[in-house]
């Protein structure tokens, strides 16, 4: 079952910061998160591996609860080219492994 | 040319038309996927190439038809299509396959527009 992503769509306005959540009803091995901006491809921001490690891209960081099986996407201090959706893959501890994307959130960072 | 690179990046074909989507990726990667994107949906994971041998179909429909020649090109050849099979398609590819034993990040191309008339 693919993770669960809240908000589906957020609106800020530059320098505001903003939460997503990613959570799965299964235990994780790792959490990615990517942003697509529009009509172009998915490009990476990060990995974090069960271990409840936080990891940064430019003022963008996450967390992994590894016990709540659940990340969090923090925009800080947003900018304009924030705007974009933004997806979580997420990795099932099981002898499969399965990645599987969430819906994505739409983020708009407005002047 | 660097990265995933796909083409065409629009196609607007019939259902009664047979056309082929295709994928190089220049970063020396073993494994290649196909995704499709929908409206509001998921990216759905089609199929799984890891050297050049298909390790994942999630129950696609054969009118869909992959090709891995070898493991920097992947085709998805479509055939007899659906109006509902209208969206992008992405095509990406990672050093290894993401499993149990790996995972890492993938690298997406800009996708195919597709529209079924």
């Known amino acids: 079952q693919q993770p669960v992503q809240s908000p589906q769509a957020v609106i800020l306005r530059e320098g505001e910061d903003a939460v997503i959540n990613c959570s799965s009803s299964k235990a994780l091995y790792s959490v990615h998160w990517y942003r697509q901006k529009h009509g172009e491809a998915p490009v990476f921001l990060m990995i974090l591996l069960k271990g409840g490690e936080q990891k940064g891209h430019e003022k963008i960081s996450a967390s992994f609860n590894e016990k709540k099986q659940q990340s969090s996407l923090y925009l800080t201090a947003s900018q304009l080219s924030y705007s974009g959706t933004y997806f979580c893959?997420?990795?099932?501890?099981?002898?499969?492994?399965?990645?599987?994307f969430g819906a994505g959130t739409q983020v708009v960072v407005t002047p | 040319e660097t990265g995933v690179t796909q083409t065409p990046r629009h196609l607007v074909m019939g259902m009664t038309n047979k056309k082929s989507l295709k994928c190089e990726q220049h970063?020396?990667?073993?494994?290649m996927y196909w995704y499709k994107q929908s409206a509001k949906k998921p990216l759905e994971l089609m199929f799984v190439?890891?050297?050049?041998?298909?390790?994942e179909n999630n129950s696609v429909p054969s009118r869909f038809s992959p090709e891995c020649p070898n493991s920097s090109h992947l085709f998805l050849h479509l055939h007899t299509l659906q109006p509902e099979d209208s969206a992008l398609y992405l095509c990406?590819?990672?050093?290894?396959?993401?499993?149990?034993?790996?995972?890492?990040?993938?690298?997406f191309g800009e996708g195919s527009r597709l529209t079924v008339l």
């Open positions: 990406a590819s990672s050093q290894e396959r993401i499993n149990v034993l790996n995972t890492g990040e993938l690298f």
């Open positions: 970063l020396g990667h073993n494994a």
């Open positions: 190439y890891s050297l050049e041998e298909r390790v």
């Open positions: 893959g997420t990795q099932v501890a099981d002898s499969w492994g399965k990645f599987q």
